[in-house]
């Protein structure tokens, strides 16, 4: 059986810097009339840099839980950039690190019930290392460690972000 | 060194059904002042139950990227309520599945570049099978897939939830 959702209408609320609110009316499978609220955003791209047995990772204020949490490195994308351009620009603006090699990794629906970014995660063979050119407004460390260590992080819940899991636990699983 | 972003002001822009927008001025590390976008959410839970090696999936349409899509059964919190009360209430409503144990698996946070939403998920040891009683304007199929087919799925990219994404990729590495 087959649920399509059609639009009948929808409203635009906000267009910020990062993400647009959208609510649209919408004719559900039933017949009947609901509404759906939509933050617009242009997607990510993110890298898994495992050197030497150790994964890239930047430390960063994240305003929306109120703490420093673990990442891999990623971004947004600007408008109209290729996934994996943007995946080699984070790493290299964030980290300093040159991805020689970029191979698509995962791609990620990071919360599908309201928000319609995609997360593209490439995984990274080999990195040389230039220098960190951060964002205006943009402060994070840089952390080279070793996975068994990012495993204990993830299972204790120091790590929590869905692209840095998935990413580890794919990896762990295709290389244990 | 420690990057934390202070509160200045806030601004609620929208209250929905699913979130709410608030736009926040901070001020960052080096003194400068910037703005925050932030959906607030009540939280999620889920649930990953394997049975005889297969894995319990929900396919429903997403409106956000307008086609049909596998999940791990899951929903949101309502307020006040405890995550694994609600894992094991969205299981059984979505799929008539009742769980005897529910045990902690992964908290996620899925993009916390504009959202506070946690996601808990949970393990299902093992169901007895009840009766599905979906919400009003909730439409959905129940699937039991093999979990060697699921992971081809994910390679695929057919799959690409990022909390069934996680959890599939922890439970095949934990018994690899």
Tied chains: 1, 2.
Excluded: W
Excluded at 29 to 39: A, F, L, M
Excluded at 50 to 59: A, E, N, R, S, T
């Amino acid at each position: 059986m087959s649920f399509i959702e059609k639009k009948i209408s929808g409203k635009r609320i906000y267009e910020g810097k990062i993400l647009n609110l959208e609510v649209d009316e919408v004719v559900l499978p039933d017949g009947s009339v609901s509404s759906r609220e939509c933050v617009r955003h242009h997607g990510g791209a993110a890298v898994l840099c495992v050197l030497d047995g150790k994964v890239l990772l930047v430390k960063q204020f994240r305003y929306l839980y109120g703490k420093e949490i673990y990442e891999i490195p990623a971004g947004k994308l600007e408008k109209g950039e290729n996934p994996k351009d943007a995946a080699a620009r984070e790493l290299r603006e964030e980290t300093g690190y040159v991805a020689n090699d970029l191979k698509p990794f995962l791609k990620i629906f990071p919360t599908p019930g309201y928000t319609d970014e995609i997360i593209h995660v490439y995984l990274a063979k080999c990195c040389g290392l230039g220098s960190q050119q951060l964002d205006k407004g943009e402060f994070l460390n840089v952390n080279l460690i070793k996975i068994e260590e990012v495993l204990k992080m993830i299972e204790s819940g120091e790590i929590c972000d869905s692209k840095t899991v998935s990413a580890i636990y794919k990896y762990l699983y295709e290389n244990k």
